[in-house]
């Protein structure tokens, strides 16, 4: 496996491109160059237009339920969550920058005024080491936000220590599906764009196997067209290169009893 830049830097660069994000509530991630293939668009009860699947819809989640977003953003797939747990429910969402907490907490206060619902929360922090207790939580959700942590295996263990016995994780995220030119991986705009951090696909399923997970099922898999790109300033140019050199997958794993 390829080494990760610097942590430091890694987290610098993507906590500024979100950061920035946060402020002009449009989208980074999930242009074309994600393979996601929506245009930007204001946020929405935290949609910032950021993700590349839909993690909530394949996590089984039931009233009650405890759940965590790692790399929650403005807060989009916790409140889609929080109405599926209802209020004996709770949904956390977890991240490093605070422009996006900020946001999200606003997102959250017209989120309880729409539904009287008052069952989310936000903490700062990094997924790669959570603020959160030992077996805390039923399912921990993530959307296209993995692929930027510069300790990936570190994030799957973390995951696994907060999931209770029995419990789910259900994440989307890009993978690759064949190596990058070095001057792509080399590119902080792509690692933003969730490409040039990505792993292999081999070595991403791997590492969720090795933090102590049953065999992972993947339940989404879309291929990266170069034609995602037109009209793309971050990837339009890289766009041959590129061609089905990722994918965005969604994958459930659960935690033994």
């Given at each position: 496996m390829a080494k990760s830049k610097p942590d430091s830097k890694v987290?610098?660069?993507?906590?500024?491109?979100?950061?920035?994000?946060?402020?002009?509530?449009?989208?980074?991630?999930?242009?074309?160059?994600?393979?996601?293939?929506?245009?930007?668009?204001?946020?929405?009860?935290?949609?910032?237009?950021?993700?590349?699947?839909?993690?909530?819809?394949?996590?089984?989640?039931?009233?009650?339920?405890?759940?965590?977003?790692?790399?929650?953003?403005?807060?989009?797939?916790?409140?889609?969550?929080?109405r599926q747990v209802g209020p004996a429910g709770r949904v956390i969402g977890?991240?490093?920058?605070?422009?996006?907490?900020?946001?999200?907490?606003?997102?959250?206060?017209?989120?309880?005024?729409?539904?009287?619902?008052?069952?989310?929360?936000?903490r700062k922090g990094t997924i790669e080491a959570l603020p959160l207790d030992d077996a805390s939580v039923d399912v921990v959700i993530s959307n296209c936000v993995i692929n930027l942590s510069p300790d990936k295996p570190r994030v799957f263990r973390e995951a696994f220590r907060v999931l209770r016995p029995g419990g789910l994780l259900v994440v989307s995220d890009i993978v690759l599906q064949k190596p990058l030119p070095a001057k792509?991986?080399?590119?902080?705009?792509?690692?933003?764009?969730?490409?040039?951090?990505?792993?292999?696909?081999?070595?991403?399923?791997?590492?969720?196997?090795?933090?102590?997970?049953?065999?992972?099922?993947?339940l989404s898999d879309r291929l990266y067209r170069a034609t995602s790109a037109q009209g793309d300033p971050i990837a339009a140019g890289s766009a041959e290169a590129l061609e089905g050199a990722a994918a965005s997958i969604t994958l459930l794993a659960g935690k033994p009893r």
């Open positions: 987290r610098a660069q993507v906590r500024e491109a979100y950061g920035n994000v946060a402020k002009k509530q449009s989208s980074c991630c999930c242009g074309p160059s994600s393979g996601c293939g929506s245009a930007p668009r204001p946020a929405t009860e935290g949609d910032l237009g950021l993700s590349c699947g839909d993690p909530v819809t394949f996590s089984r989640l039931k009233p009650g339920d405890a759940v965590l977003d790692l790399g929650c953003g403005a807060g989009k797939d916790v409140f889609l969550a929080a977890v991240d490093m920058t605070p422009e996006m907490l900020a946001l999200a907490r606003r997102n959250a206060e017209k989120f309880k005024a729409a539904t009287g619902l008052d069952n989310v929360e936000f792509l991986k080399a590119d902080k705009e792509l690692y933003a764009a969730c490409i040039a951090g990505a792993l292999p696909r081999g070595d991403y399923l791997a590492a969720v196997r090795a933090a102590g997970f049953q065999e992972p099922e993947i």
